[in-house]
C-alpha cells in the first residue's frame, strides 16, 4: 500500500491556460473525492466517484472545473481557462470504507496562476 | 449550509501542558463529525469518526468528545511531535460532502 499519489505536484500556468491533474487512489478504494484547499483555509469539497460514476458535485463548482474517473481506477481533475483565483491546493482523497469516513488524502497539487 | 467553526485558530502548550480545542457545527442531520491532523505541505491525516451526542473516541494522548452542537479534542500531556493543524469537519446525512472548519494550528514547545 504506497498510498494515494497525485501528479504533478506543481503546476505553475499562465491565465486562460487549461491544466489537468492527476490522482492515484489506494488499490482497490472504490470511493475518491476531489478537494480545494487555500492557504489558511480548511479543504473545501469539490466532488466525489463511487468507482467511476461522480455521483456529487459541489455546487459552488464553476463550469470551468471537469473531473473523470474511467474504469474507477485513477481520476483526472481539469481546470479550463486557469484564473488566478484557482490557485490552490488540490487534494485527492480516496476511502474503502462503505460510509466513506476514513479518507486517505494524498499530498496534494499546487497550482499557482500567473 | 453546514459550517463548521474552530476555536482558538493558534494555540501555543509547553509540552506536557494539557488543553482543549473546539469545533462548534450546524448542520442539517449530522451523518458524522471528523477530525484531522495536518502538517505543513501535506494532506489532512484521519483521527477520529464520531457519530452521535455522548460519543467519545480516544488515541494516544488525544481525545474526541460530541455533542449536539460542539466538538472538543482533548490533547493529554502534549509533545513537540504533537504540533500540527487540527481540521474538524461534518458530513450531513445522505450526502459524501465534508466541510471542514479552517483549523488549530497548535505548537508544543519542548
Known amino acids: 500500500d504506497t498510498g494515494v499519489s497525485q501528479d504533478p505536484r506543481h503546476k505553475i500556468t499562465k491565465r486562460g491556460q487549461n491544466v489537468t491533474f492527476r490522482c492515484d487512489p489506494i488499490?482497490?478504494?472504490?470511493?475518491l473525492y476531489w478537494y480545494r484547499q487555500t492557504l489558511g483555509q480548511g479543504p473545501e469539497f469539490l466532488t466525489y466517484f463511487q468507482n467511476e460514476a461522480q455521483l456529487e458535485k459541489s455546487r459552488l463548482l464553476s463550469d470551468r472545473f471537469s473531473a473523470e474517473r474511467p474504469k474507477g481506477s485513477f481520476s483526472t481533475l481539469e481546470i479550463q481557462r486557469t484564473e488566478q483565483g484557482d490557485s490552490a491546493m488540490y487534494l485527492c482523497?480516496?476511502?474503502?470504507?462503505?460510509?466513506?469516513?476514513?479518507?486517505?488524502f494524498g499530498p496534494g497539487t499546487r497550482l499557482t496562476v500567473t | 449550509e453546514d459550517q463548521v467553526t474552530q476555536s482558538p485558530e493558534a494555540l501555543r502548550l509547553q509540552e506536557g501542558e494539557s488543553s482543549s480545542l473546539n469545533c462548534s457545527y450546524t448542520?442539517?442531520?449530522?451523518?458524522?463529525l471528523f477530525w484531522y491532523r495536518q502538517d505543513p505541505g501535506k494532506g489532512p491525516e484521519f483521527l477520529f469518526t464520531l457519530y452521535s451526542a455522548g460519543e467519545e473516541k480516544e488515541k494516544e494522548r488525544l481525545k474526541a468528545t460530541l455533542t449536539k452542537k460542539e466538538s472538543f479534542l482533548h490533547i493529554t500531556a502534549p509533545k513537540p511531535e504533537d504540533s500540527a493543524t487540527y481540521l474538524c469537519?461534518?458530513?450531513?446525512?445522505?450526502?459524501?460532502?465534508?466541510?471542514f472548519g479552517i483549523g488549530t494550528k497548535l505548537q508544543v514547545i519542548p
Open positions: 469537519a461534518v458530513q450531513a446525512e445522505g450526502y459524501q460532502k465534508v466541510t
Open positions: 488499490s482497490e478504494h472504490n470511493r
Open positions: 448542520v442539517s442531520g449530522l451523518r458524522g
Open positions: 482523497a480516496s476511502s474503502s470504507d462503505p460510509r466513506g469516513d476514513e479518507q486517505y
